[in-house]
């Protein structure tokens, strides 16, 4: 069997070069020493730095996190509400939200951030997060256990007085401030104000953070480019990352494993319809629930692949047709589309049934689930739609929706540059089909939103790239940062 051959001599680096570690037990968590064997490409090695940052990291969660007298301590102090000079350990708690996309990016976020300050990472688990993935550091655990005594945290908004932004305007925190609080809530949405992205500027507001043992984060981007901005940060962030398109790549390969059921998904489905295929080619067709089927989307999907010959060309109907290969000699290719709707998986499939291709290639589509639309706390569509990015993610080659954060966290585990369908110009009713079709991705690296464009304090509009060149503009969202 040449699946299980290629399986057990990749299984030497089921660690992925010393990003995982030794020691979990293995049936609590197939994914975690499993999932390199199902993956083509090895990926890239990490820097022995962060290998070692991650270690002391795991090492940090397990002296600091729940269940230890310094959690204890910690609560207390944060019950009576009043902050303490040199805490004994510190917290970052995050709130992720929106689509399991946005949570994703957000929980990396918040962990390159608790790697950066030293803080024990927590997550909220109310928006599903526990559903999903497996425990990633290994003696501790990662998720905020009940009873978190900030009342209300998880319905924060950018109004709450305690937005660090908030406390910076009002002058509660700060060099004449009376004393620093117990904790702080970093508001990094789309819409923080540009108080709230003070904190992505000079050291004195990273001083100031540090100070505060308990931070509630929420943002639902990947702020790492911002984070590579402050200057706080850079030369951590250049040690752990000589590459710096990689960081979402280690850090999804590192925090992200699908947990047994969600791996049930992704190994029955792969295994079934995927695995076998010479080559995998993944397509993610994003599409909101009320957008009819497009034809002019489709066009854009076989334009693309065909160009760029990730999908053969098909023979028009009555067009002689060159003797196939005897079966053994032919070449398959497996495409796994993913989207909400089914339909632009029926058109594919239909054509290259209907249609020879011209390569003589065997072409076979498969979509695992069409889930109609977007749904919110429900853990069977959580799962569904993880196991897709997962299975998107071990597929050779991948075209991708732009502006679309499944497709992100998909590009990144695989470590693949995608070819991105860009976004049709106009305005709904008279909408022009991008020319070219779709174009590669300058990087793996998912584009954070929401990156500061402004500085408040030097009244200046940022150029990101003059800060630090490989923070680079998105090519699908103008507005954003991303790493090269
Ligand atoms: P984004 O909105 O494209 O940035 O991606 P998100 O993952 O943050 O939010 C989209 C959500 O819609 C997903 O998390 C799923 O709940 C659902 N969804 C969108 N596309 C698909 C898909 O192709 N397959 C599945 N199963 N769910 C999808």
Known sequence: DPSLHHRTARHGDRLLGGLLVDGFDEESCHSRYQSAAYRRNPGRRPSPYLVSKL????????????????????????????????????YIVSLPYQGLGNRILATASAFLYALLTGRVL????????DGLFCEPFLGATWLLPPGFPVAGYASFTNGT??????????KVIG???AETPAFAY?????????????FFWDEDHQRLLRRIQWLVMRTDNYIVPGLFLAEAFRGELDAMFPEPDAVFHHLGRYLFHPNNRVWGLVTRYH???LAGAAQRVGIQVRVFGAQPDSPELLEQITSCTQKHKLLPEVLATGEPMPMPPPPRAKSTKAVLVTSLKPWYHEQLKSMYWEHAAATGEVVSVHQPSHEGYQRFGIESHDRKAWAEIYMLSLAD????????????????????????????AGDGATTVPPDPPCGRAASMEPCFFAA????????????ASAVVPHVQRCADFAWGGLML
């Open 55 to 90: 270690r002391r990291h795991e090492a940090l969660q397990r002296r600091c996190g729940p269940g230890t007298a310094a959690y204890g301590n910690a609560l207390e102090q944060l019950k009576s509400g009043r902050g303490v000079a040199s805490p004994e350990c510190r």
């Open 122 to 129: 927590l997550i909220d688990p109310s928006d599903g997060m």
């Open 161 to 170: 007085a305690e937005t660090y932004g908030n406390m910076v305007r009002n």
């Open 175 to 177: 060099a004449d401030a």
């Open 186 to 198: 970093v508001y990094l949405h789309s819409d923080a104000s540009a108080h709230d992205k003070s």
């Open 271 to 273: 295994d079934a319809y």
């Open 397 to 424: 080659a991948l075209v991708t929706t732009s502006q679309s954060t499944f497709g992100y966290v998909a590009q990144g585990l695989a470590g693949v540059r995608p070819w991105v369908m860009y976004k049709p």
């Open 452 to 463: 500061p464009n402004y500085n408040l304090w030097k009244e200046q509009w940022l150029d």
